[in-house]
């Protein structure tokens, strides 16, 4: 479908992610004194989230990159929640029993209550599917907290209450998240498939043949980059977890100066793209309107 090529080795830029994922060192984290139950947690999600960078990274390089939002929606929420619950040492413990045990009991209290009133309400013809269905009913859950309480809960883990916090720590480079927050605000409309995802889809794969493909390659640039920093943010979090040297992270992201440069050359096509395009619309209508 198209002819461009992300002009970034593939094997190079991935290793920049796995190298990363190599400071974290095992025996550093059996030292490290917290809980089998934290290494256990933020190790999955880390995993995850590198799990999920690769899928991203196929789907950049041939030009799909309004289809890797949806992808990259899923692991800022991932990178997110794993910031969150290891930013705070004093809060970790209870962090982790919310994200493992409160919230998949509220989540299953939930579905329990809807599966009971789905069953009451449909006849299935299909012995399998009403089985399954069934199933989950079967799994009943005590639940300790009222409605309120689980609002409560719920709400100290959605996006805007999670950054909030993770802000308020006033980590150098964690500003960023303010960016994201917007983004994550943007990409819903890729997930819901709303009128403004047709409209964004349609508008930019309908362009003259130039213009759509400097589109996507600018849009190559701010996709890579924003890998890059959710990979960068969670290392350093973790590092400062574990009780291991920051200094590492800063001399292993040295001695990949040449390949950053090249992600900041991309990214910088996409500040530039914006700038012509879309800057000089909102500066004329702001102008108009005064």
Request: proline share 1%.
């Amino acid at each position: 479908m198209f002819e461009i090529k992300c002009p970034i080795d593939p094997k190079e830029y991935m290793n920049l992610h796995l190298d990363m994922l190599k400071l974290l060192q095992y025996d550093a984290i059996k030292s490290c004194g917290l809980s089998k139950d934290v290494i256990d947690l933020t190790t999955r999600l880390n995993w995850h989230c590198i799990m999920l960078t690769q899928p991203c990274m196929e789907l950049i390089w041939p030009g799909f990159v309004w289809q890797t939002e949806i992808l990259e929606r899923s692991l800022l929420e991932a990178t997110i929640k794993l910031i969150y619950i290891s930013i705070d040492k004093t809060k970790i413990d209870q962090k982790v029993d919310e994200f493992q045990n409160v919230i998949s009991d509220i989540n299953q209290y939930k579905r329990r209550k809807e599966m009971v009133e789905l069953l009451n309400g449909v006849n299935f013809d299909n012995d399998v599917t009403k089985h399954t269905y069934q199933t989950v009913t079967k799994n009943n859950v005590d639940m300790k907290f009222n409605k309120n309480e689980r609002k409560k809960i719920l709400e100290r883990w959605t996006f805007n209450s999670m950054t909030k916090e993770i802000d308020s720590y006033k980590i150098d480079g964690f500003d960023r998240l303010k960016y994201f927050q917007n983004y994550y605000s943007n990409t819903s409309h890729y997930i819901h498939v709303d009128i403004d995802c047709l409209n964004l889809i349609w508008d930019r794969e309908n362009r003259d043949a130039d213009e759509e493909e400097l589109l996507t390659l600018a849009h190559m640039g701010r996709e890579l980059m924003d890998l890059y920093i959710f990979n960068t943010m969670r290392t350093y979090s973790l590092l400062r977890l574990y009780n291991i040297n920051i200094k590492t992270l800063y001399q292993y992201l040295e001695s990949k100066k040449n390949i950053i440069d090249k992600i900041s050359l991309l990214e910088k096509k996409w500040n530039d793209f914006n700038r012509d395009h879309y800057m000089k619309f909102w500066i004329g209508s702001k102008n108009l309107i005064k």
